[in-house]
T-cell receptor, first 113, second 112 residues
Framework: RKEVEQDPGPFNVPEGATVAFNCTYS??????FFWYRQDCRKEPKLLMS???SGNEDGRFTAQLNRASQYISLLIRDSKLSDSATYLC??????????????FGQGTILTVHP | DTGVSQDPRHKITKRGQNVTFRCDPI?????LYWYRQTLGQGPEFLTY????????KSRLLSDRFSAERPKGSFSTLEIQRTEQGDSAMYLC??????????FGPGTRLTVT
C-alpha cells in the first residue's frame, strides 16, 4: 500500500465548476499535511497547508480527518489557470524523520472553456 | 533571484557515464532535501542534509548515488555508472523550519 494515495484523474471540468480531490495516508503518526500544485514540467509549489479545523484560501478549501486519515481539497469556481497537477503531501516531522515530504502521485486537473 | 537554484536544468548522458548536479538553496535555509520524480508520479525523497551533515538517506539511494553539502551551503548529487532507470527529474528543496519546503526548478536527466 502506498503511503499517500490519490485518485490520479484526470479531472476535466468546465470553467466555473466545483471540483474535489481526495487523498488518504497510511502513517497515523504523520503530523503535517499540505497540498502542492505542480504545473507541467515545473517544480511543485505549496498551495496550502491542511489543518484539522479545515482552512480556506479564496476559492480553495482543505480539510483533514485524522481519524479516517483522509485529506481533501475543494476548488470552487474553477479557472483555466487552475489546470495543473495537485499533489497531496504528508510531512512526518516527528521522531527521526527529519521532515521529509511524502507525496501522492498527483491528480491532474484540466479546466476547459 | 533569491529562490532555490539548480544546475544544470537538463542533462543528457550515455549509460555508464557519471553525472553531477548542483543545488543552491535559499541562503538562510539550513535544511536541504533531494527528491526524484519520474513521469506520472509524485516526487520521492532521496536524502536530507541539516547544515553539512547528511542525516537521512532513502533506500532509493543506491551505492551509485552520493550527495554532499561540504560547507552547509550548496549541495551536489552525483550518480555513477548511470542506468536508463535513473532518467528522472531531480529536485532540490530547502527550508529553515520543519514544514514548508521551497523547491528548485529541477534537473531533468535523460540516460540514453
Amino acid at each position: 500500500r502506498k503511503e499517500v494515495e490519490q485518485d490520479p484523474g484526470p479531472f476535466n471540468v468546465p470553467e466555473g465548476a466545483t471540483v474535489a480531490f481526495n487523498c488518504t495516508y497510511s502513517n497515523s503518526a504523520s503530523q503535517s499535511f499540505f497540498w502542492y500544485r505542480q504545473d507541467c514540467r515545473k517544480e511543485p509549489k505549496l498551495l496550502m497547508s491542511v489543518y484539522s479545523s479545515g482552512n480556506e484560501d479564496g476559492r480553495f478549501t482543505a480539510q483533514l480527518n485524522r481519524a479516517s486519515q483522509y485529506i481533501s481539497l475543494l476548488i470552487r469556481d474553477s479557472k483555466l489557470s487552475d489546470s495543473a497537477t495537485y499533489l497531496c503531501v504528508v510531512n512526518d516531522a516527528g521522531g527521526t524523520s527529519y521532515g521529509k515530504l511524502t507525496f501522492g502521485q498527483g491528480t491532474i486537473l484540466t479546466v476547459h472553456p | 533571484d533569491t529562490g532555490v537554484s539548480q544546475d544544470p536544468r537538463h542533462k543528457i548522458t550515455k549509460r555508464g557515464q557519471n553525472v553531477t548536479f548542483r543545488c543552491d538553496p535559499i541562503s538562510e535555509h539550513n535544511r536541504l532535501y533531494w527528491y526524484r520524480q519520474t513521469l506520472g508520479q509524485g516526487p520521492e525523497f532521496l536524502t536530507y542534509f541539516q547544515n553539512e551533515a547528511q542525516l537521512e538517506k532513502s533506500r532509493l539511494l543506491s551505492d551509485r548515488f552520493s550527495a554532499e553539502r561540504p560547507k552547509g551551503s550548496f549541495s551536489t548529487l552525483e550518480i555513477q555508472r548511470t542506468e536508463q532507470g535513473d532518467s528522472a527529474m531531480y529536485l532540490c528543496a530547502s527550508t529553515k523550519g520543519r514544514y514548508e519546503q521551497y523547491f528548485g526548478p529541477g534537473t531533468r536527466l535523460t540516460v540514453t
